[in-house]
């Protein structure tokens, strides 16, 4: 790895060293990763990273490709992973709790806007926990990323992933023990919202329209991006979300 890449990223928290010091060799063991068109994430200034979700491992693969690009990434994930030390090194690293499900959620997206005005990289799963969808495609997503996107000038990247459930199966709930196991990623283009966002400052409500209008559009493209790394049409239909997580549910969020 360059070491232009190693001075983009700045001052690293100890916090985040014993992060890294476990994401990094993990993953590597778990994931034989193969990225495409990282070089999309730029070095510097706000980003805020949309991808789909397939596994509670997904934040272990995409640390790393976040990593290897150059930056640190901020995730968005569920409070529940925010207790006794584990929590304490996490928020010190700079992750984001967040209480879904309830109204304190808008505190998490106050907290995510302030690290995108800061210049920093927030990794969002737009679906808020791993994807009910029998066949692995992204389901109905929440709006929390999209609220982020719109009020925010952070560079909106959407990012398709395949492979991490082959290790985790979320709907078997089996962990299959399996080194180096391809995991694939898609950078795609960054989303042009300067309209919507134009649209925002000229003083339309941020309503329910607006922000479904915006979570599609960014999931539409996951969803091409998938279909592209999978090498077949995704499906017409997208899968409900549920109401609930259950219980034993590890994945991220997205407010």
């Not at 491992?57 to 150059?70: E, H, I, K, N, T």
């Not at 984001?96 to 304190?104: K, L």
């Not at 791993?130 to 109905?140: A, G, N, S, Y």
């Not at 925010?152 to 395949?162: D, I, Y």
């Amino acid at each position: 790895m360059s070491t232009q890449k190693w001075r983009t990223r700045g001052p690293i928290p100890v916090a985040l060293w014993l992060c890294i010091l476990v994401v990094y060799p993990v993953a590597s063991v778990l994931f034989r990763l193969r990225y495409r068109n990282a070089d999309r994430i730029p070095s510097r200034g706000p980003v805020l990273l949309v991808a789909n979700h397939v596994s509670v491992l997904d934040p272990l693969a995409c640390a790393r490709l976040v990593f290897d690009a150059g930056r640190i990434p901020h995730f968005l994930a569920k409070e529940s992973l925010f207790r006794g030390l584990a929590g304490t090194i996490l928020r010190a690293a700079g992750q984001i709790p967040v209480a879904r499900f309830s109204t304190a959620a808008r505190g998490a997206l106050a907290a995510a806007e302030a690290d995108l005005r800061a210049g920093n990289l927030i990794v969002v799963y737009p679906e808020g926990s791993v994807t009910r969808d029998p066949d692995w495609w992204p389901m109905q997503a929440r709006t929390g990323a999209a609220h982020l996107a719109l009020t925010s000038e952070a560079l909106v990247l959407p990012v398709a992933q395949w492979g991490p459930q082959r290790v985790h199966d979320y709907h078997a709930e089996k962990f299959h023990l399996r080194f180096r196991t391809p995991a694939d990623y898609l950078v795609g283009e960054p989303l042009d919202l300067s309209a919507l966002r134009a649209e925002v400052r000229a003083g339309r409500i941020i309503d329910a329209e607006l922000l479904r209008e915006t979570t599609e559009l960014m999931m539409s493209r996951v969803r091409d991006q998938l279909a592209e790394l999978r090498g077949e049409p995704a499906p017409l239909a997208v899968h409900p979300a549920p109401r609930r997580e259950r219980r034993s549910g590890a994945a991220g969020s997205a407010a």
